[in-house]
């Protein structure tokens, strides 16, 4: 699937089954929580945080397709075309970093 593709799978969805979108800020705070539960469940499984019960049944996977999901909610109300933004971001990453982490000492 393309990114182009996933927003406009998120679209259709918000237009039949989500009514709207929620306003940017609402859709921020949203991806922030996500992004939070991503966080526990690293910390937990591959962190040295112990897991409690109510961890058992999260899945790192689905925290991260919502991740996905709020951020092209973000993507498609601000009029942003993600595949777009991306190749650019790494065309500018490829161009500034193309020598920084192979020489950087820390990494090997």
Request: proline fraction near 0%; aromatic fraction near 6%.
């Amino acid at each position: 699937m393309k990114i182009k593709q996933a927003q406009q799978i998120v679209d259709d969805w918000i237009n039949e089954y989500g009514v709207r979108y929620f306003n940017e800020l609402t859709n921020t705070v949203i991806l922030m929580e996500e992004v939070g539960e991503v966080a526990r469940i690293v910390a937990r499984q591959y962190g040295e945080q112990s897991e409690k019960e109510t961890d058992a049944n999260k899945n790192l996977a689905d925290e991260l397709a919502d991740v996905l999901f709020v951020l092209i909610c973000l993507a498609n109300q601000t009029g942003i075309d993600l595949e777009q933004a991306f190749t650019r971001n790494l065309e500018i990453k490829t161009k500034r970093d193309a020598l920084r982490h192979k020489e950087n000492n820390k990494l090997r």
